[in-house]
């Protein structure tokens, strides 16, 4: 059955009151900025999340704050703001804000200074910093959720690497690719060619799934029966509201972490996070790049010319036409989707088994909190024990092994 309308919105939109952005802010860490874009006393960094705008800047300690963009006096923008003796000063009329959002000088009152700076309403947000991300919570009341510390957020920095790429289009359609293990062996057929377990994935085009929910979501494996009989097997985990915990291309312990984070109604962040536990991560094409903030390449073009597809690359052999990067691939064929796809249309099959149990636990979250429950994360949850796995296995053997069998690894 085709989603209705509504629930479509319910799950799509994110800005002012909407129910999954109130969700989103009041309940979430949200990834807002790579850390390496912030300087000590450098330009404070633009950032937009669900249809709210801000800036992020790293103070003289090292410090990072996060506060409106619009200054709470007449609006300028605090991007242009002079960053210096921890805090922005605005270039407007020289108020000066503390890196902890204290309103330490209004260069413009006359009297009762002191009083006057504790009552201007300067919005500021709790951040951490872990795994070279910057994560803000946007929410109001008692305190911030439980924090998603997973695994990669404990290695040395040659283990994992961390970039992001902007997506014209809705935040749900970059999560429910990730989660898509069937497209894996179709659509990235020209990449996975060379790419070890991953290469198995273009072999059965027809993965058959098995799904287990999760405290934290739930975690499936994708089933492919090879010709020798045995059975190539990929599992996964989606972490709500937005994270895919993705087995790697490798037969190697790590994993790809992908999550599709709203700017706004239609358009999101896509960020990629691969790391690798045993050794540090190979300097390949999947690794390699001179921006983390501009990774992996954009959709090459516009609907006016496919995209940018390359159509005498696909008449010598290159399924696609886009040999930027497996990833960009993913980001074309989403954008072609337009910004907000109108899933009352599909007509799904068993291959998109992953995809509605993902709809399912977030249509139940919003109906967890629009019947009063908290749908914050379980503070119990061990974020760092989920890892995303692959292998063969004989005919029989239950896939449930491969996460027995991965070292140090154990699910609730």
Not at 124 to 138: Q, S, T
Not at 164 to 187: C, P, R, Y
Not at 248 to 263: D, L
Request: hydrophobic share 40%; glycine share 8%.
């Amino acid at each position: 059955m085709a989603m209705t309308k509504t629930d479509n919105d319910r799950l799509t939109l994110v800005e002012s009151d909407a129910p999954m952005g109130v969700i989103m802010r009041n309940h979430h860490w949200i990834p807002a900025a790579l850390s390496e874009k912030l300087i000590e006393d450098g330009a404070p960094l633009r950032v937009r999340l669900l249809g709210e705008d801000f800036v992020a800047f790293r103070a003289t300690d090292g410090r990072v704050g996060f506060f409106d963009e619009a200054c709470p006096h007449r609006g300028a923008s605090l991007a242009l703001a002079r960053n210096e003796d921890n805090a922005l000063r605005c270039l407007y009329h020289g108020w000066k804000f503390r890196v902890d959002g204290e309103v330490i000088e209004v260069a413009t009152q006359v009297e009762h200074v002191r009083e006057f700076c504790k009552s201007v309403p300067l919005r500021h947000f709790p951040v951490r910093e872990a795994g070279g991300i910057v994560w803000v919570w946007l929410g109001e009341g008692s305190g911030p959720p439980a924090f998603p510390a997973f695994e990669f957020m404990g290695l040395r920095p040659e283990h994992y690497i961390v970039h992001k790429q902007i997506g014209h289009f809705n935040w749900l359609q970059g999560v429910e690719t990730t989660m898509d293990s069937a497209h894996a062996g179709v659509l990235h057929q020209s990449h996975v060619t060379n790419m070890g377990g991953l290469s198995l994935a273009a072999k059965n085009q027809a993965p058959v799934y098995e799904i287990e929910d999760q405290s934290y979501g739930f975690r499936y494996a994708g089933i492919r029966t090879l010709d020798d009989g045995t059975r190539y097997v990929r599992v996964n985990s989606f972490v709500l509201p937005w994270f895919g915990v993705i087995a790697p291309r490798e037969f190697y312990p790590g994993s790809a972490v992908f999550f599709s984070i709203p700017i706004d109604n239609e358009h999101s962040t896509y960020w990629t996070v691969r790391y690798r536990l045993d050794a540090p991560l190979e300097k390949d094409e999947m690794t390699t790049f001179t921006d983390a903030a501009d990774w992996p390449p954009a959709v090459p073009g516009g609907p006016e010319t496919n995209w940018g597809q390359d159509r005498e690359l696909m008449r010598r052999g290159h399924f696609t036409g886009f040999p930027q990067h497996l990833t960009t691939e993913d980001l074309v064929i989403i954008t072609s989707q337009k910004p907000i796809v109108n899933r009352t249309r599909e007509f799904l099959n068993s291959g998109d088994g992953a995809l509605i149990r993902l709809r399912r636990q977030l249509l139940n979250a919003l109906a967890a909190s629009a019947g009063g429950a908290i749908p914050s994360p379980d503070d119990a949850i061990n974020y760092a024990n989920i890892r995303g796995v692959s292998g063969v296995l004989q005919a029989g053997t239950a896939w449930q092994k491969l996460c027995d069998n991965d070292e140090g690894l154990q699910r609730r």
